[in-house]
């Protein structure tokens, strides 16, 4: 079966742009988590996403915001970007909500702010 | 903010050897998963393991967990150059007892051939 798909996987915007990011995941998997990946701060939760209600949300501004579609599609959406944005986003999905099972990662999405 | 703590951050090997990699977390936890990632890739799935769970085994990988020291390994036996990746330890649980996976910082693992 497909895996989970994100797109685009390369990324260049500039300060002060709004940027949106795609995330299909497994077919039947209704649980969609994303991501942060930075050499300073590692991997850091942004939110999760089940069945189109957002379930859990990191420590990140309001700036970060994202939405799950009725077919389990996600995206994120980052407005106002700083260069600080810049990072490897990635996506996961689930077949259930929570995190007592494995998560099943995208290629993610490479971001840089210039 | 990080739960878990791997150790080492870097280690290097030839072929064939065995690799330890450890783990060290705060909270009390439902379970601890490894991943490995592969050069700015996207992770892999590689082991979970319940709290009530003490060893799990799956193919040249093996994971222990101690709940009363926080701590896990992760093994990897027969080591082979394609298993250079960074590999990271994730709980099940943030502060505040949140649920959500909070990742370590990884371990990088070399195998030279």
């Not at chain 2, 319940?50 to 990897?76: A, F, M, P, Q």
Request: glycine content about 10%; charged content about 20%.
């Amino acid at each position: 079966k497909a895996g989970v798909t994100q797109t685009p996987r390369y990324l260049i915007k500039t300060r002060g742009q709004q940027v949106t990011l795609s995330c299909s995941p497994i077919s039947g998997h209704r649980s969609v988590s994303w991501y942060q990946q930075t050499p300073g701060q590692g991997l850091q939760f942004l939110f999760e996403y089940f069945s189109e209600t957002q379930r859990n949300k990191g420590n990140f501004p309001g700036r970060f915001s994202g939405r799950q579609f009725s077919n389990s599609r996600s995206e994120m959406n980052v407005s106002t970007l700083e260069l600080g944005d810049s990072a490897l986003y990635l996506c996961a999905s689930s077949l259930v909500a929570g995190v007592g099972y494995g998560y099943t990662f995208g290629s993610g999405t490479r971001l840089t702010v210039v | 903010s990080q739960q878990g703590e791997e150790d080492p951050q870097a280690l290097s090997i030839q072929e064939g050897e065995n690799a330890t990699m450890n783990c060290s977390y705060k909270t009390s936890i439902n379970n601890l998963q490894w991943y490995r990632q592969n050069s700015g890739r996207g992770l892999v799935h590689l082991i979970l393991i319940r709290s009530n769970e003490r060893e799990k085994h799956s193919g040249r990988l093996r994971v222990t967990l101690d709940t009363s020291k926080k701590s896990s390994s992760l093994l990897i036996t027969a080591s082979r150059a394609a298993d250079t990746a960074s590999y990271f330890c994730a709980t099940d649980k943030g502060q505040g007892g949140s649920e959500k996976l909070v990742f370590g910082k990884g371990t990088k693992l070399t195998v030279n051939p």
